[in-house]
């Protein structure tokens, strides 16, 4: 599969994750409203929720991976701040999977909100690079560089964004869950 075809299958996911995230906001949402009680609601227990976050989580670690060691795309400066975030999410969320750690939301849910902050200033110095000087970024691998830009506004920040979104989602549902 061609660099182009994986991008575009990363920028689908994301979009995917995009609208999972809408789904699962809208249905706790509808959930609170109708005054039911969540945790009665609940079909899904905890455990499986993390374990689906956890999934994400690599599978988005993975994907990085795939870009700078297969693809050879060089990660900026800003990439390497959301890789710090996302590789050491996946592993809490593994294993806090694997111990049934009913707390693991605490200590992955910071990791998440940083990472989405920071794909996000990434995502808006993408669209304005004189938000930050040239200093901060190499010459080599500047962080205004738009490796892809799917359907007209999916970037790789984009894509690291939307999976911390959507693993916070979950992390925040696994609190609710038996």
């Known amino acids: 599969m061609s660099l182009d075809q994986m ?8 979009l995917a994750c995009n609208v999972a995230s809408l789904g699962l906001v809208a249905a706790a949402v509808l959930r609170r409203g109708r005054g039911s009680d969540a945790r009665g609601a609940a079909v899904v227990g905890a455990r499986a929720v993390v374990g689906v976050a956890a999934l994400f989580a690599l599978g ?37 999977w694997f111990r049934r750690d009913r707390g693991v939301h605490l200590y992955g ?15 808006l110095l993408q669209h304005f690079p004189d938000l930050e000087g040239a200093t901060t970024c190499s010459i080599t691998s500047p ?20 999976v911390f979104v959507l693993v916070g989602v979950l992390l925040n549902l696994s609190r609710h869950r038996a």
């Open 143 to 162: 962080c205004a560089v738009r490796y892809a830009w799917e359907f007209g506004f999916v970037s790789i920040p984009y894509m690291a964004g939307s």
């Open 7 to 14: 991008l575009r299958l990363f920028a689908v996911a994301a």
């Open 60 to 96: 988005a670690a993975l994907g990085s991976l795939y870009l700078s060691e297969i693809a050879h795309l060089e990660p900026c400066r800003w990439c390497w701040f959301q890789r710090i975030a996302m590789y050491p999410l996946a592993l809490v969320l593994v294993v806090g």
């Open 109 to 123: 849910l910071p990791m998440c909100l940083a990472g989405a902050a920071m794909s996000t200033w990434h995502y």
